[in-house]
């Protein structure tokens, strides 16, 4: 089916996050402005205005009422869905890069960049159910990756957190305790910085996606390599399919190279992998600048691309894209 | 002697029993008796040796003087001020660089140390002062530093050389008996240079051997494959062997930045050019050639760039490479260089220039040999504004006898192809018009292997079309050409036969509109890629010049170099560094099937191995390839047992993997259950997971749109 192309952001895309209903897509972008969309048609529900930056990451809550954002004005902030008006606003000292609810969404976990002589932190806060007992505080800080933190999310029962940074380490630590578990192991991990990290539905396993050209997946628990998906460009973004055993795989060359190489040079696919074969199935073109971000409809009939261009691409799969035997 | 290691602990234990304070022992302090390893055998044997041979002592900055005169201490400081001027020309000389030693009274000895900053500029100043007369009965005689220490070893008398028994060496040519007849290459990527076998029926590589840091900067097969060789900043080293590539020979030359075997193997030439000391100065260049079996250098040439840089255009800092080209096929008997009005062909017999001279040609702009017999074709150009023609003239060696000579009009540039058995030359003749404002293309044809070698003229029939590639059928008769001015240029084939066999050259085909600027041949004939690099982002078609069709068309994005392998059955593309994305190489058959692709970061070089010419005789190949279904048979039958057993490889691999991922996915199921319920405390109580609400179900819908009757007639 042909995609439908939404145009609202004025800079590149940097992230996409369905609700878990799947009727609902938010997208943060480089203008300071998150967007809530209608997942069917494309239309634009909504935009959250306030953060004064960049805007890196978002994460909704289960039941659709609450949207966290970080961006690079050194805030997170916690919005009502429905109306758009501010919650409440996390300050740091840094921006922040990344923020994902836990199970319960009663924690958060906040990445903050190395900035001015500080260095970059997992910080963890938790979320009152009302507002207005909202507080700063932080329950835990951890620091040691050397560079950003690009991504860090919630393992299994909010037991762990699972980061990936410029230090091309994914790391598993105890949440409670703030003790480093496991390190992926140097020779199996990637050999770049890794720019995105996306759980399975059922938070048993993930995928990570590295500047090596290449697209990891990793047993939650047990940080044991279970594939490798290698491609012949950076990749960007990641995403699995919740219903079929697919990986979409999205990248290009830097923004600044953008300019200076072929537009097919840069092949700015959404590329399709066989899981378990770990082979190539197909790519979906479109995008004019390289592929930001990725994600998945919870009900793995659709998805959506975010690009360095500013639009974001909603495809819905043809009937064939089910039947895909290789 | 026991070797049994002891631990610490024991030898406290021992230190305790015989009353030694073990504290007080200095381990440093213990020295054992020479020649005595007390059974440690020291693994660094090896090492020592290597460097013992790769670097010299560390002093090849300074040279010796001798046969200075004597002077007594009034004059010494007029002589150093002599001395100095003449030094100083040559390099600068380090602070404290020039010691002249004197005896009790004060008198010299006769002789000096310099010591420059350079050990190129040292070479130099011996070089160019070795023998200088400072007046007749001083003739200087100047070494390097690191020599003398060489000349005092030389024994007073003449021992005979030891006679080392004769051990075989291996079999250099063993790759050639490989059972499946594959082919071998040579990949750099990042750090590592590997050699792989081609095996297309496996439709992947076979590792063959990988070293990191192999070579400095790149590697070179031997041109019948017998070796490979690396470079380094020593020199240059050939490897090879039956079944690993071992190092067979070192050729020393710091610095050496270009080789070049000869065609036949017999001989190597390595090039440096060293940066002057002096900005006025030129760059220093340095050849040596060596043999390539035993190693030592048959003759070496220095000068300054200018004297190398003649006729031609590429190749490194203004030397157009090979500087030096052999002739006279596969023997290596000849090589010739061009220089200022003159072509210099050296015998490998001596080395040194036939007839003591070279030959003479007023304002030679470029020569090049037939590849199979010795002789030169030079291109001299038009002289006095154009009183004298430009001229094409075929010279035999070592006769000098000029077989064949054409006069040309209007020439603004001409280039040579030789045919590779050497029975046709075609000279791309570039012409202006009679404004002079622009150039046309033609050709002139000779035919080497005819009597009187006649000479046929060719052009295009649109004369204005730009000339942008031309390539000689190996081993063929046939030529092909791209011509045309736009974008989308055409494709033409000639032949150097009729089909009345009348000796004329006539046209085959031409293919309009073809996204090609460059031309590969299959080294067996017949088949051709038609190759779109650069602006064209790599587009392949491979044609079929017999059947006059195309076979295939393809693409290898941005590919950047293209080799067939020696037999001409498969072509290898690749996108080399120069890109930053896309780096790896592709295996296409012969007919322009995508076999395997190889993916590697930072890819540098690919290049075949190639094999030395077939033994069969004529008449015996030309009965293979008639009976060509009888022996096929053997091949076919083998592909197919391959590729069965290939697809039930696979088979069996996937199924292993969806195995070992069901594995994986009843563990995640089984530790989901086991955790459910304190995941709902989380949520607080909400019960339901996400996992179990999507799933994928084939559903068929059958809806009932129209039901019709119709009565259809029965006869």
């Not at chain 1, 960049?113 to 951890?142: H, N, T, Y």
């Not at chain 1, 995105?196 to 047993?219: P, V």
């Not at chain 2, 940066?275 to 260049?285: K, L």
């Not at chain 2, 001409?414 to 050497?422: D, P």
Request: proline letters at 5%; a negative charge; one cysteine or more.
């Amino acid at each position: 089916m042909r995609p439908i192309l939404m145009k609202g952001h004025e800079r590149p895309l940097t992230f996409l996050k369905y609700n878990r209903d799947g009727d609902l897509l938010f997208s943060c972008a480089k203008d300071h402005t998150p967007t809530v969309w209608f997942a069917d048609n494309g239309e634009r529900l909504g935009t959250y205005r306030g953060h004064n930056g960049a805007v890196w990451c978002c994460d909704v809550s289960r039941d659709s009422s609450l949207l966290l954002t970080g961006s690079a004005d050194q805030t997170a902030k916690l919005w009502n869905v429905k109306t758009g008006t501010q919650l409440y606003t996390f300050n740091f000292d840094s921006p922040t890069r990344s923020v994902d609810f836990g199970v319960g969404d009663k924690l958060a976990v906040i990445t903050t960049d190395p900035f001015m002589g500080l260095p970059s932190a997992i910080q963890v806060k938790r979320i009152a159910r009302d507002p207005a007992d909202q507080s700063g505080e932080s329950i835990l800080v951890l620091k040691g990756p050397q560079g950003r933190i690009n991504r860090a999310v919630w393992g299994p029962l909010n037991k762990t957190i699972i980061s990936g940074g410029e230090d091309s380490v994914i790391r598993i630590w105890d949440s409670e305790t703030g003790k480093l578990l496991k390190e992926s192991d140097k020779e199996a991990g990637h050999k770049k910085g890794i720019t995105s990290l996306s759980k399975s539905n059922d938070a048993t396993h993930f995928i990570s996606g590295s500047l090596d050209k290449s697209a990891k997946l990793w047993d939650m628990r047990t940080l044991t390599l279970l594939k490798t998906y290698t491609t012949e460009r950076p990749v960007n973004a990641v995403a699995m399919s919740p219903l079929l055993d697919h990986v979409v795989l999205g990248g290009g060359q830097d923004a600044s190279a953008v300019t200076t190489t072929d537009h097919r040079a840069g092949k700015f696919e959404a590329k399709f992998y066989d899981k378990v074969l770990q082979e190539e199935i197909g790519g979906v073109k479109g995008h004019f600048g390289p592929i930001n971000a990725l994600a998945f409809n919870p009900d793995g009939k659709s998805f959506a691309s975010g690009g360095e261009d500013g639009y974001v691409r909603l495809h819905h799969f043809d009937p064939d894209y089910f039947n895909i035997k290789i | 002697m026991a070797t049994e290691v002891m631990s610490m602990e024991d030898i406290r234990a021992s230190a305790l029993r015989l009353g030694i304070d073990f504290s007080e022992v200095d381990l440093d302090s213990i020295r054992l008796p020479p020649g005595e390893d007390f059974g440690i055998i020291s693994d660094d044997e090896d090492l020592k040796e290597e460097e013992e041979l790769e670097f010299e002592a560390g002093f090849g900055n300074i040279i010796v003087v001798d046969n200075l005169p004597v002077v007594p201490k009034e004059k010494f400081e007029k002589l150093e001020g002599v001395i100095r001027k003449i030094y100083s020309q040559i390099g600068v000389i380090k602070d404290d660089g020039l010691w002249m030693p004197v005896d009790h009274t004060g008198k010299t000895l006769g002789y000096c140390f310099i010591e420059y900053n350079t050990p190129q500029e040292a070479e130099l100043a011996k070089e160019k002062t070795n023998g200088y007369k400072l007046d007749r009965s001083h003739i200087f005689a100047v070494n390097m530093f690191d020599d003398i220490e060489k000349f005092m070893k030389v024994p007073d008398e003449w021992a005979p050389p030891e006679i080392k028994p004769y051990s075989p060496g291996e079999n250099l040519q063993h790759w050639l008996t490989d059972e499946k007849a594959r082919d071998q290459f040579v990949i750099r990527a990042g750090s590592d240079t590997e050699v792989l076998w081609n095996d297309a029926r496996q439709l992947k590589p076979d590792p063959v051997y990988k070293r990191p840091f192999w070579t400095e900067s790149f590697v070179q097969w031997s041109p019948l494959g017998t070796y490979l060789a690396t470079l380094h900043r020593q020199g240059a080293v050939v490897w090879g062997g039956a079944s690993a590539f071992n190092r067979l020979t070192r050729y020393a030359h710091p610095q050496v930045r270009l080789i070049d075997f000869s065609p036949g193997e017999g001989f190597l030439v390595t090039y440096s050019s060293h940066e002057p000391s002096n900005p006025r100065d030129t760059h220093r260049v340095v050849l040596n050639i060596f043999d390539v079996r035993s190693g030592k250098v048959m003759r070496d040439f220095k000068g300054s760039v200018d004297e190398f840089a003649i006729g031609g255009t590429g190749g490194v800092t203004g030397v157009s490479w090979p500087v030096f080209r052999w002739g006279g096929g596969k023997d290596d008997k000849y090589f010739a260089r061009i220089g200022k009005n003159v072509i210099s062909v050296y015998e490998t017999e001596t080395f040194t220039l036939i007839d003591k001279k070279s030959i003479k040609v007023e304002n030679v702009m470029d020569f090049s040999w037939s590849p199979t017999d010795p002789i030169l074709a030079l291109f001299v150009p038009e002289l006095g504004g154009g009183n004298q023609p430009a001229r094409v003239s075929l010279v035999q060696i070592p006769s000098k006898e000029e077989l064949r000579q054409k006069n040309l009009f209007s020439v603004s540039d001409c280039k040579m192809y030789w045919q590779s058995n050497g029975d046709y030359l075609a000279v791309k003749v570039d012409r202006y018009t009679k404004t002079k404002k622009s150039t046309y293309t033609g050709f002139e044809l000779f035919r080497i292997k005819e009597r009187d070698i006649p000479i046929e003229v060719l052009e295009l029939e649109n004369k204005n079309d730009k000339i942008i590639a031309f390539a000689w059928e190996p081993k063929g008769h046939r030529f092909a050409v791209i011509h045309g001015d736009n974008p989308r240029p055409d494709i033409s084939f000639y032949s150097m036969r009729t089909a009345h066999n009348t000796g004329r050259v006539s046209k085959l085909t031409t293919i309009k509109g073809k996204q090609a600027n460059a031309l590969y041949w299959s080294p067996a004939g017949r088949f051709i890629v038609l190759a779109g690099l650069k602006n064209f982002n790599g587009q392949l078609e491979f044609y079929n010049v017999d059947e006059l069709e195309t076979m295939a068309t393809a693409e290898h994005f941005m590919a950047t170099d293209i080799e067939w392998d020696p037999t001409g059955r498969y072509v290898a593309t690749s996108v080399t560094s120069v890109h930053e994305m896309e780096n790896g190489f592709n295996i296409w058959s012969f007919n322009g099937k995508l076999l395997y692709r190889i993916l590697k970061d930072h890819f540098f070089q690919f290049s075949w191995r190639p094999r030395p010419p077939s033994l069969l005789s004529p008449e015996k190949e030309e009965e293979i390839s008639k009976n060509l279904k009888k022996y096929s048979k053997k091949y076919e039958a083998e592909d197919q047992d391959v590729s069965l057993q290939l697809s039930e490889q696979e088979r069996e691999k996937r199924k292993i993997v969806k195995e070992e991922w069901e594995r994986w996915i009843s563990e995640w199921k089984q530790l989901q259950e086991e955790e459910k319920l304190e995941r709902q405390k989380l949520r607080d109580g909400e019960a339901s997971d996400e996992e179990e609400e999507y799933e994928a179900k084939d559903v068929e819908v059958e809806e009932l749109l129209d039901v019709q009757e119709e009565v259809i007639s029965f006869d």
